[in-house]
């Protein structure tokens, strides 16, 4: 009996193991159909733009003031939790009262980070 039901189970995890494998494969078909469709219909990157603006709007103090957070387009992503946050939630981003953002940066920022949210977590 007892030989039975563990038999039992190793099958039901084994069919559980390979549904989330074929799940998973699904998810990363999905993606590189998305690629295509974002190439093939004049869709552009988010990073581009956003990096502009980070360069142009926010590098500007990060260079005198924070040098640690100078943004590059190889370390921009690590930052895009921050960024949301600073920008988005606390609104203490840009801080000059010179420096401000127009409403499509703030735009293709969203937009930006959004896209670094799904390509991390691979959806």
């Known amino acids: 009996m007892m030989v ?73 992503n690590t930052w895009a939790d921050d960024i949301y946050t600073q920008v988005f939630v606390k609104k203490r981003m840009p801080k000059s009262k010179k420096i401000k953002l127009t409403s499509k940066e703030y735009q293709d920022l969203l937009t930006w980070i959004s896209s670094t949210r799904t390509s991390t977590n691979g959806i």
Do not use: W
């Open 4 to 76: 039975t039901l563990v038999k039992f189970l190793i099958g039901i995890s084994i069919a559980l193991l390979v549904n989330s494998t074929n799940n998973y494969q699904s998810i990363r078909e999905s993606n590189k159909l998305t690629e295509v469709y974002v190439s093939s219909n004049g869709i552009k990157e988010s990073k581009p733009d956003a990096f502009q603006i980070l360069d142009h709007k926010c590098n500007v103090c990060h260079r005198k003031r924070n040098k640690k957070r100078v943004f590059t387009t190889e370390n921009m």
